[in-house]
Every structure is written in structure tokens, then in C-alpha cells.
Nanobody, 128 residues
């Protein structure tokens, strides 16, 4: 059973920072690229960031949505089976439920239909 559990969401003022984490059950993490997506109220879920698999734990390939590039950083800790999303300089447009997802291959992708496992999501609310 694949299990992804997000944490770290909350309420933050504009300009602030949050760090989201996604914990994956052991066999679901190794060899897989991971992604973060978000869904704002009344909008479709959209790609935020993704990171490739790297057995060495370094040299992963990352990809970001244009709207978050330079503000968000995705990283992974293979030893802990976690993937994180550091979010800086948050603005009200970043308010959404953030989802962690696993890609069936080690190559990151922006298309959500390619991901085969999803967490339940964590709410991020940015106040002005």
C-alpha cells in the first residue's frame, strides 16, 4: 500500500515562509521521482515542483512552475524517505491545498496524470 503523508501547512502572512514535508512509506520512495502540486479554491490542481530520483542523494534534477521559481525549493532525503518543499516570499496567490505525489519512474514530470500515488494534502493559507 502506497502511503504519502504531507505536513507543515498552516497560516502565514504574505512575505513569510513555510516548509512542507511529505513522508513516504519505504518501498514507495526508492527509484521514484516526486512532485508537489496545489489546488486553490475554485481552480484546477496545478504543478508546483518536482524532483528526480537520485540513488546517491545528490545531483537530482528539479523542475518548477514559473510562478514559484526562485521562491520555492524542492529537496529530498532518501535516508528518511521524505521530500520537502521550502516556500519563501509567499503571497496570497500561493494559498491552496498542497499535495505530494509519486511518479512511477525516476524522471520528474509536470503532468499530474503521470503520477500514480497522492497524499491527502496540506492546507497553506497566506494572508495579506
Amino acid at each position: 500500500q502506497v502511503q504519502l503523508v504531507e505536513s507543515g501547512g498552516g497560516l502565514v502572512q504574505a512575505g513569510g515562509s513555510l516548509r512542507l514535508s511529505c513522508a513516504a512509506s519505504g518501498r514507495t520512495f526508492s527509484g521514484h521521482a516526486m512532485g508537489w502540486f496545489r489546488q486553490a479554491p475554485g481552480k484546477e490542481r496545478e504543478f508546483v515542483a518536482a524532483i528526480s530520483w537520485s540513488a546517491s542523494g545528490s545531483g537530482s534534477i528539479t523542475d518548477y512552475a514559473h510562478s514559484v521559481k526562485g521562491r520555492f525549493t524542492i529537496s529530498r532525503d532518501n535516508a528518511k524517505n521524505t521530500v520537502s518543499l521550502r516556500m519563501n516570499n509567499l503571497n496570497v496567490d500561493d494559498t491552496a491545498v498542497y499535495y505530494c505525489a509519486r511518479h512511477p519512474t525516476g524522471i520528474p514530470a509536470t503532468a499530474q496524470y503521470e503520477y500514480d500515488s497522492w497524499g491527502q494534502g496540506t492546507q497553506v493559507t497566506v494572508s495579506s
